[in-house]
């Protein structure tokens, strides 16, 4: 069992940068692979990033490459999500998520965290 809370969130304007970060209470993040999803008012929750176990490989959805940069210190049990050039349509909610294993998830994690909410102003 892991529980994330997520922070960073809030309100910027357009081309400006926001940093999320989840903090584990996992003794051992090292052992989860973990990632960002989000989700608008009405849609499904969306795929956004991850990162292995180890941090050596990471996988983007196509809307956020080149802008966004997970990363993650589990020395601290800490997820990072630099988030670079935001766009009116990155409002919305931001979801850590984690699941035990060694590969890039891009679905199926076993858990989540409680949201944090980005607004970008145009």
């Known amino acids: 069992q892991v529980q994330l809370v997520e922070s960073g969130g809030g309100l910027v304007q357009a081309g400006g940068s926001l940093r999320l970060s989840c903090a584990a209470s996992a003794r051992t993040l090292s052992n989860y692979g973990v990632g960002w999803f989000r989700q608008a008012p009405g849609k499904e929750r969306d795929f956004v990033a991850a990162i292995t176990m180890s941090g050596g490989s990471t996988v983007y959805a196509d809307s956020v490459k080149g802008r966004f940069t997970i990363s993650r210190d589990n020395s601290k049990n800490t997820v990072y999500l630099q988030m670079n050039s935001l766009k009116p349509e990155d409002t919305t909610v931001y979801y850590c998520?984690?699941?035990?294993?060694?590969?890039?998830?891009?679905?199926?994690?076993?858990?989540w965290g409680q949201g944090t909410q980005v607004t970008v102003s145009s």
């Open positions: 998520v984690a699941t035990v294993g060694s590969r890039l998830y891009t679905k199926d994690y076993d858990y």
